[in-house]
């Protein structure tokens, strides 16, 4: 979803270059959203004494999601009891560090190679928690569903993609999306990179691959060499394929009807959401993402990226209008080959705006987008336990149950060759 970064007086103005640009931390100060966010809770309307519970919620759920050293200690206790099946190494570029994870049964010889992002928008909390989720049920003899997908497929996996910049999240300014750099690392990929958008929440760098990040996630991708590929965000609800931008609108072909097919299957158990060909609407497009670099460049059979957390206040309504969708033609234009960006599911993404499905009413809105830190926090991560904990535990089967389907897939693929 497209939520504007809230900056300071006179950091509107969108540069293109690092140089003319100022990294968040000197764009923002030091804590800038999280004081906005404690004077805007005690000066609403009302009674100071009726904010307090409201402060002692909100700082509660912040404790639900582990900060990242915590985090990373957890994966190197995982490491230690997941039956030598789980490896970590730290791969560096400049001052960014990024933590890789890869998990192999000993003595397998899986045909699925999943490679999966966690974490690129660092105000995308649930991301790397889901991650952390599977990564446990990976390592927890206990929890068959996941446990089974080992026999077919082996996992590398970025949990923490955006390390620098979650340390801003996790000081209270719950609307840095970007990299400390201003960077958007979903617009940093050398596919159909475009340097002329100004979004401060979709600045794609001075240049293809400028960042730290994004040349640590493609050299770790392409000597994998996956398989499978996904990309995890959170803002909405929804699981797309290629292509996010494409200058001739078509859907992807290598593998197009059987990519649907494993979004079909996850959606009745695990979404209930849009699924499909991501897409932009003529005239506004979505360039220099991961999902289509990995597809193209890599040749990938099969590259997703899914949203996977919609605040749950619209949950019912985004059900509802794609449901009416798919119901009134819908499905029938997808299975023809229709990207979501079609006309046909215009008023899905106008009310729920997706950070693969592009449409001009959802960027010119996020131009004039003004969130308040609590608002980025509700809109990209659960508020309470109870929906923290149904999200994880459902996207961690969801992830499992990806890699089943697609090593059923390649299976198949290999017995016709």
């Known amino acids: 979803g497209q939520v504007a970064l809230v900056a300071d007086p006179g950091a509107e103005l969108h540069r293109a ?20 966010h404690k004077q805007e809770l005690w000066h609403r309307s009302g009674l100071a004494a009726h904010l307090q519970p409201k402060v002692e919620e909100y700082e509660g759920v912040i404790s639900i999601l582990p900060p990242s050293a915590e985090i990373s200690a957890e994966v190197k206790h995982l490491a230690e009891h997941c039956n030598g099946a789980l490896s970590i190494k730290t791969v560096s570029d400049g001052d960014r560090d990024i933590d890789v994870v890869t998990v192999r049964r000993p003595n397998s010889n899986p045909i699925n190679r999943v490679f999966i992002l966690f974490g690129e928008h660092s105000r995308e909390l649930i991301s790397p928690e889901s991650g952390l989720a599977f990564l446990r049920g990976l390592c927890d003899e206990d929890q068959t569903v996941i446990q089974e997908s080992l026999e077919d497929s082996e996992y590398q996996m970025i949990l923490n993609g955006n390390p620098k910049s979650r340390l801003i999240v996790e000081d209270g300014d719950f609307c840095v999306r970007v990299n400390p750099d201003g960077v958007d690392l979903n617009r940093n990929w ?15 760098g001075p240049e293809p691959f400028s960042e730290p990040e994004t040349r640590i996630f493609r050299k770790l991708v392409t000597e994998y060499k996956p398989t499978t590929f996904l990309s995890v965000h959170s803002g909405t609800k929804g699981m797309y394929m290629p292509w996010a931008y494409d200058v001739n609108a078509n859907p992807a072909t290598r593998n197009s009807h059987e990519m649907m097919e494993v979004l079909q299957a996850l959606d009745k158990e695990h979404c209930e959401c849009p699924f499909g060909a991501a897409g932009h609407e003529v005239g506004y497009s979505c360039p220099g993402t991961c999902l289509d670099w990995v597809y193209d460049k890599l040749s990938t059979p099969y590259a997703f990226a899914f949203e996977i957390f919609v605040m749950p206040s619209l949950q019912s309504g985004l059900s509802t209008r794609w449901e009416e969708a798919t119901s009134s033609g819908g499905t029938s234009l997808l299975d023809q080959g229709a990207k979501l960006s079609h006309e046909h599911f215009s008023e899905v993404f106008k009310a729920h705006a997706s950070d693969f499905v592009h449409l001009r009413a959802n960027a010119e809105a996020s131009q004039q987008s003004t969130e308040s830190p609590e608002e980025c926090f509700q809109v990209f991560n659960p508020m309470d336990e109870e929906s923290y904990n149904e999200t994880v535990k459902n996207w961690a089967l969801a992830y499992a149950k990806m890699a089943k389907l697609v090593a059923g897939k390649l299976h198949n693929q290999k017995a016709t060759k």
């Open 17 to 36: 270059t690092h140089q003319e640009r100022p990294p968040v931390q000197e764009r923002q100060g030091s804590h800038p959203c999280h004081e906005r």
């Open 190 to 204: 050398d596919e159909s990179w475009d340097g002329s958008y100004t979004s401060l929440d979709t600045y794609p």
